[in-house]
């Protein structure tokens, strides 16, 4: 009696709170205009708001995105002489280059992303400094004011509802990436997945293993295990090209061993309109057919007309059964870059000068895919590549940092500051894996451009080590060595959780 007595006793006391953790928490919570939160009405009418910063405060960045180009922002923004403040729907950056492979279990989909607080620690350390799990929904440059929406991620019976805040910012970066483009094909957002996001790889993973083991049930005739195991790529860019070749790997070396029975059922489509790998060299081009038809990759050269849920219907009028369907036709601007009343650049993003300012407005950036350059500036929009996106941040970085310095990080300061060089691109090179330790370097500057261009397992370990030693942080880079390691020994994870 007496221990249940005081365990009671110890369970019902009230925690004590020192007088520095109540002032840091007022500190924090008098920043926001809020209203009550118990009542639903009030908070449509009167919605939370961080509002401008004050004299006394450090200037605010706030930043649209985690993505490539934004990630990189905020990793070289200086945090003593900004707040920084990201809004975005994942709180985590993504390494596409090596998101094929988490498809076919070769690595696991945590080695590929990395949580925004550990590219920006200022995020979760400094009291002006936030990360907020939403999506922007409107910007009122004039009050330099942006609106946005949080995003909950519950579905059901029970969904979480959605809040409604604003964000006032001394300076906005507007790098909320593209969306994957569908060209109004019907049915491609329904039946098809796309891989851009590790939830998607995670979608192709649990499809790919439950068509596997569904076409192993009794009773399944002939046709339909046909359909179950016909993998379909759409898209011959680099992406389309990697997926199918990592899939063609997990064929031939895990499918054959663990799914014996169905092993001459599964089979991979890759349709596209054009020539697959178009910004690579001829020579690299021709060398990646030949690998992908030895691997057993069926290349389909179509366009898609329309797309039902166990087929797609090409131009020619062609039917294509599959049983699963991965969309990777490039990108286009997203609904909220479309929305946004701004100068664009051709093909809809959002245009900007030379120095990524969005013309016409004050404090206002634009960087990734989002963002192009304006006609008025004679330069050509560049490609939605990764290295473009990051070269971008880092250049807008220190562009921010020097105005920092310069004491024009205040809203409508930096008129008249001295900003520098404009940001200039050079392209580095491409490099793509095609599956059995096979991969293409190409490093032009251009298509055009003379240089060097390599294939075969040579290049194939060059692109491994390139992308080891650019994986985002230390962490990562060992768990990717680990899982590569683990998979060359052991064969892929093939669970489906």
Not at 373 to 399: D, H, M, W
Request: proline fraction near 5%.
């Amino acid at each position: 009696m007496f221990r249940f007595g005081s365990l009671m006793k110890n369970s019902v006391a009230k925690p004590k709170r020192t007088t520095g953790t109540t002032n840091l928490l007022l500190t924090s919570l008098s920043r926001f205009s809020t209203a009550s939160l118990g009542d639903p009405l009030l908070q449509e009418a009167q919605p939370s708001t961080l509002g401008p910063t004050k004299p006394d405060e450090k200037p605010r960045v706030v930043v649209l995105g985690s993505g490539w180009a934004g990630c990189r922002l905020m990793k070289g923004l200086d945090p003593n002489l900004y707040d920084i403040v990201c809004v975005s729907p994942r709180n985590h950056m993504v390494f596409t280059p090596l998101l094929a492979s988490t498809c076919v279990g070769t690595l696991e989909f945590r080695s590929v992303a990395e949580p925004i607080a550990r590219i920006q620690p200022a995020i979760s350390r400094a009291p002006g400094s936030y990360f907020f799990l939403a999506n922007c929904v409107g910007l009122d440059a004039d009050s330099h004011e942006v609106h946005c929406e949080t995003v909950t991620g519950v579905d059901g019976p029970n969904p979480l509802n959605t809040w409604r805040f604003k964000l006032s910012y001394d300076k906005l970066v507007i790098a909320s990436g593209a969306q994957a483009s569908t060209f109004g094909i019907n049915g491609v957002k329904e039946h098809a997945i796309f891989l851009r996001e590790v939830h998607h790889a995670q979608e192709i993973r649990r499809k790919l293993l439950l068509n596997l083991m569904l076409s192993d049930v009794p009773g399944i005739s002939e046709e339909e295990k046909r359909r179950l195991l016909h993998c379909v790529v759409v898209g011959g860019g680099p992406t389309g090209v990697e997926f199918s070749g990592e899939l063609s790997d997990f064929i031939m070396k895990d499918v054959h061993q663990r799914y014996a029975h169905v092993k001459d059922y599964i089979h991979v489509t890759l349709i596209e309109a054009n020539e697959i790998l178009s910004s690579f060299d001829d020579r690299l081009r021709h060398y990646a057919i030949k690998q992908l038809t030895t691997s057993g990759v069926r290349l389909v050269r179509g366009v898609v007309k329309d797309v039902k849920p166990q087929k797609l219907i090409l131009s020619d009028g062609s039917e294509v059964p599959y049983g699963l369907l991965v969309w990777s036709t490039g990108v286009g601007p997203s609904p909220f870059v479309s929305s946004l009343q701004l100068p664009k650049a051709p093909g809809g993003r959002i245009g900007i000068d030379e120095w990524l300012r969005v013309p016409s407005v004050q404090d206002v950036f634009s960087i990734g895919d989002c963002s192009g350059f304006v006609e008025g500036t004679g330069k050509p929009v560049l490609p939605a590549l990764a290295q473009v996106a990051e070269r971008q941040g880092k250049y807008l970085a220190e562009l921010l940092n020097k105005i920092g310095k310069a004491e024009g990080g205040r809203a409508n300061s930096a008129k008249d500051i001295e900003i520098g060089d404009p940001f200039v691109y050079k392209h580095l090179g491409s490099m793509a894996t095609i599956g059995r330790y096979k991969a293409l370097v190409d490093l032009r500057e251009s298509k055009e451009a003379k240089g060097l261009s390599l294939a075969g397992f040579a290049s194939w370990f060059i692109w491994r080590s390139a992308y080891l030693t650019r994986v985002i942080s230390w962490r990562n880079r060992f768990y990717v060595a680990i899982n590569w390691l683990t998979t060359l020994v052991f064969g892929r994870d093939i669970s489906r959780i």
